[in-house]
């Protein structure tokens, strides 16, 4: 189960217990979607081997995402479309690229 499974397991039951109205149960749910959403936790990774990704067009040159350095080799990966080929702790190789990437540094490839 990754990351948003997790949330999204977690939201189904906030929105049963609202419906039963256990006001405490609504309460706790809240707070551990928060921390999911927070969580840097490497245990809950957002993608897995074999997974289609894109590399945010968004990345800056020279800043750090979640620990790791968008540095300028990677300038023109950005916005291309890969498969994530190795997924280790919420980081990931890419098909054809010798780059190391992070949650942050991905979206889904719709």
């Given amino acids: 189960m990754n990351k948003n499974e997790v949330v999204e397991q977690l939201e189904r039951m906030r929105n049963f217990s609202k419906a039963m ?3 405490a149960n609504v ?3 809240d707070y551990a979607i928060n921390l999911m959403h927070d969580c840097k936790c490497s ?3 957002r993608f897995n081997e074999g997974d289609k990704v894109r590399i945010r067009k968004d990345l800056i040159v ?3 995402y979640d620990g790791l ?3 300028t080799r990677m300038e023109s ?3 291309k479309e ?3 080929s190795v997924s280790s702790s919420g980081e ?3 098909e054809d690229l010798p780059y190391l990437f992070n949650d942050e540094m991905l979206e889904p490839a719709e």
């Fill in 92 to 94: 990931y190789l890419v």
């Fill in 62 to 64: 020279g800043e750090y």
């Fill in 77 to 79: 990966c950005r916005g």
């Fill in 69 to 71: 350095l968008f540095s």
């Fill in 82 to 84: 890969l498969v994530i």
């Fill in 21 to 23: 109205r256990w006001i």
């Fill in 43 to 45: 245990l809950l990774h």
């Fill in 27 to 29: 309460e706790a749910l």
